[in-house]
């Protein structure tokens, strides 16, 4: 499997490296990482702190533990809805 990402102190270490003066095409060649990479880690950071408009980290770590729970509430939801039928082919309603 591959990797889930870098630690945040990486992350950190190359956003104060390219607020330095180092370019992120430098970065990029010397860590063995893509430069796009470097500018969406730049581009959050530039959410976080506020200076353009988007979801934060946290903004976005909320709204993944949301979606997380939903899908696991409709798993539960067609589980049940499936139960539901079972009993009812086993055992059909009484007449009369």
Known sequence: MGRRGYPPEFRRKVLDLLEAGRTATELACDLDISTQTIYNWRRQDRIDRGLEP??????????????????????ELHATRRAIELVREAAPPKVG
């Open 54 to 75: 988007g979801l934060t980290s946290g903004e976005k770590a909320e709204l993944a533990a949301a979606k997380r729970r939903i899908a696991e509430l409709e798993a």
